[in-house]
């Protein structure tokens, strides 16, 4: 089983749970004021490094139970615009992940 979040339809953050590439629960982590039942031990959140199409932070994770890991999953689009060897991704791209991150999982 795996979990993925997704952007619903009202684009409000959903983590959805897959079992064998089947979609078994959805769970709106989206209301501010309300505290969810789902509890997950890790989540990754994906940064497109192209500098084109942005990507954010998931909100809403400070309404999960229990204690998240965030995985930061860095993109490689940036590699598709340079030659370089080494690349160093901007703060500009990093911090939106750091602030939600510090305010909703270290709280």
Do not use: F, Q, R, W
């Not at 959903?14 to 969810?36: G, Q, W």
Request: hydrophobic share 30%.
């Amino acid at each position: 089983m795996y979990e993925s979040i997704d952007k619903g339809s009202n684009n409000e953050n959903v983590i959805e749970k897959y079992k064998a590439d089947k979609l078994i629960d959805k769970i709106d982590i989206s209301e501010e004021n309300s505290k969810s039942k789902a509890e997950i031990s890790k989540i990754g959140m994906y940064i497109d490094t192209s500098g084109i199409k942005h990507t954010n932070p998931i909100k809403g994770l400070k309404n999960l139970e229990g204690e998240v890991e965030v995985d930061l999953i860095i993109g490689t689009e940036a590699t598709k615009y340079s030659t370089s060897k080494g690349l160093e991704i901007g703060k500009n791209i990093v911090k939106p992940y750091s602030d939600v991150i510090e305010k909703e999982i270290h709280k």
